[in-house]
C-alpha cells in the first residue's frame, strides 16, 4: 500500500529536549516536504527537499533541521524545542506526472512542548 | 504576510446545494492551484488542482474557477453532500524545477446539513 508514513502520532515533550520526527514514504517519490498545521493560520511549510541531499527552506523554517540521506526518509529534527513549537505536523511526499504534482500527507504527529 | 488568502473561515450549506470557497493570491510567479481537503484526525488529500492555462477545471462534482487577472480562484462543489462535510484547503506554488515551496490559505471549514 502507498503511504507516508510518521512516527510517533503522540509526543509531550518539555522545552530543550532535542526531539525527532521521523517521516518515510515507500512511494519512491522524489520531492518531500514537512508542514506544521496551527489554527488559523493553515498548513505552512517548514523544510522541502527536492531529492536526496537537496534540501531548502520553506516559509517558517526556524527552529527546525532536516536531512535527506535516503530519498524515503525525510526526518523533521528539533534541536531545542519551545513552547511555540506546539503544533500539529505533516509530512508530504509527491511526484509529478501530466503537470499534475500530486501530494501524499502523513497521517499527522501532534507534538506538546511544555 | 499570507501568501493565499482564503474565504469564508466557515461555511454551512444545505444537502445538495452550491459550495463556495474562494483564494486570492499576490504572485504572479504562481502556477499550480490545488485544493485539498482534510477530515478530522486525517491529513489532507489533494481534491483537484488547476494551472493558469486554463479558466475552469471540473471532477465530478468539484469544479476550481480560475481568473488570472484578479489573481483569485475558487472551489465549486455541486450537490454538495453530508460526506463533503471537512476542511478545504486551498495552496499555490511554483511547479518544481525551481523548487517544490507551497502556500496553503488558512483553510475553510465546510458543514453540509442533512
Known amino acids: 500500500e502507498a503511504q507516508v508514513t510518521q512516527n510517533p502520532r503522540y509526543l509531550i515533550t518539555v522545552t530543550g529536549k532535542k526531539l525527532t520526527v521521523t517521516c518515510s514514504q515507500n512511494?519512491?517519490?522524489?520531492?518531500m516536504s514537512w508542514y506544521r498545521q496551527d489554527p488559523g493560520l493553515g498548513l505552512r511549510q517548514i523544510y522541502y527537499s527536492m531529492n536526496v541531499e537537496v534540501t531548502d527552506k520553506g516559509d517558517v523554517p526556524e527552529g527546525y533541521k532536516v536531512s535527506r540521506k535516503e530519498k524515503r526518509n525525510f526526518p523533521l529534527i528539533l534541536e531545542s524545542p519551545s513552547p511555540n513549537q506546539t503544533s500539529l505536523y505533516f509530512c508530504a511526499s509527491s511526484f509529478i506526472s501530466s503537470g499534475r504534482e500530486t501530494q501524499y500527507f502523513g497521517p499527522g504527529t501532534r507534538l506538546l512542548v511544555l | 504576510q499570507q501568501q493565499v488568502k482564503q474565504s469564508p473561515q466557515s461555511l454551512i450549506v444545505q444537502k445538495g446545494g452550491i459550495s463556495i470557497i474562494n483564494c486570492a493570491y499576490e504572485n504572479t510567479a504562481f502556477d499550480y492551484f490545488p485544493w485539498y481537503q482534510q477530515f478530522p484526525g486525517k491529513g489532507p488529500a489533494l481534491l483537484i488542482a488547476i494551472r493558469p492555462d486554463v479558466s475552469e477545471k471540473k471532477e465530478g462534482r468539484f469544479t476550481i474557477s480560475f481568473n488570472k487577472s484578479a489573481k483569485q480562484f475558487s472551489l465549486h462543489i455541486m450537490d454538495s453532500q453530508p460526506g463533503d462535510s471537512a476542511t478545504y484547503f486551498c495552496?499555490?506554488?511554483?511547479?518544481?524545477?525551481?523548487?517544490?515551496?507551497?502556500?496553503f490559505g488558512t483553510g475553510t471549514s465546510l458543514t453540509v446539513i442533512p
Open positions: 495552496a499555490a506554488s511554483i511547479m518544481p524545477n525551481t523548487g517544490n515551496q507551497f502556500y
Open positions: 512511494m519512491n517519490h522524489e520531492y
